[in-house]
């Protein structure tokens, strides 16, 4: 009698997911708990930038009834853009498969986390969490603000030449391979800006986008840190690097 053959090693991914924050004590407990509901075997690193409200120490409490949570203090408020590259630094240097954004103002549903990784799972470069493909919405938005967003990514697609609806999402899971690829620690950009080089170089290097639909809400608790100096910075960087490559394709 033949024996059967050995079963198949199934080795799962392993996520992290970089979680920037500067007084969110209000909101870091419920993110991470509702975080580990929906994904349980993902690893959390909050990256925060001194926050005077305390949001560091409530994130390691909650980390040591978790243990799936650990904490990078940062000495001054650096940015959105900084947080990540350290994030994603930490996490190529740790191993991790997958690194994942995502605001921690509950503003990006926790429980759509699987549905990201399993984009990635399934061949994907980038995966990105979009209010503009069918079934994203934006509910709590008035029509002037919605516009500006939808403009200006569909600018931004116009002018670097990429297919993606909503480039400027910050709820995203990336492939650690391409991140290793292009040179992430590199970008120096912030808030939207970032996003969008982001997704820029991904595809610069051949890589693959999927857009996952999301509902983005508003926060409820806390103050946003995003200002009009954010929107300015990516809508001139977006004519620059549009202007760049061209001329750089015209030179070869």
């Given amino acids: 009698m033949v024996a059967p053959p050995p079963p198949l090693e199934f080795t799962p991914v392993r996520a992290l997911v970089v979680l920037p924050t500067y007084n969110e004590a209000a909101n870091i407990e419920e993110v991470l708990r509702r975080l580990h509901s929906?994904?349980?075997?993902?690893?959390?690193?909050?990256?925060?930038?001194?926050?005077?409200?305390?949001t560091a120490d409530v994130a390691e409490q909650?980390?040591?009834?978790?243990g799936v949570?650990?904490?990078?203090?940062?000495?001054?408020?650096?940015?959105?853009?900084?947080?990540?590259?350290?994030?994603?630094?930490?996490?190529l240097i740790n191993g991790f498969d997958v690194m994942v954004e995502m605001d921690s103002d509950l503003s990006h549903d926790p429980a759509v986390l699987p549905s990201l990784l399993a984009a990635v799972e399934e061949g994907a470069d980038l995966a990105i969490g979009s209010r503009y493909v069918p079934g994203g919405s934006i509910p709590d938005w008035s029509w002037y603000r919605r516009a500006l967003s939808r403009w200006g990514n569909r600018y931004a697609a116009f002018v670097l030449g990429i297919q993606v609806a909503d480039a400027t999402s910050g709820f995203r899971a990336y492939r650690s391979q391409a991140l290793?690829?292009?040179?992430f620690h590199t970008v120096r950009a912030d808030g939207y800006g970032f996003q969008i080089e982001m997704a820029h170089r991904?595809?610069?290097?051949g890589g693959s986008v999927t857009e996952i639909p999301i509902s983005f809400t508003d926060r409820i608790r806390g103050t946003s840190k995003m200002s009009s100096w954010i929107v300015v910075e990516a809508l001139v960087l977006v004519t620059w690097w549009g202007v760049r490559d061209r001329v750089l394709r015209f030179r070869r």
């Fill in 62 to 66: 909650v980390g040591e009834e978790l």
């Fill in 38 to 54: 929906a994904s349980p075997g993902a690893q959390v690193l909050v990256v925060d930038d001194s926050s005077p409200d305390g």
């Fill in 180 to 183: 290793a690829e292009i040179d």
């Fill in 202 to 205: 991904v595809i610069a290097t």
């Fill in 69 to 91: 949570v650990e904490v990078l203090r940062r000495p001054a408020k650096s940015g959105l853009g900084s947080a990540y590259r350290d994030g994603f630094k930490q996490g």
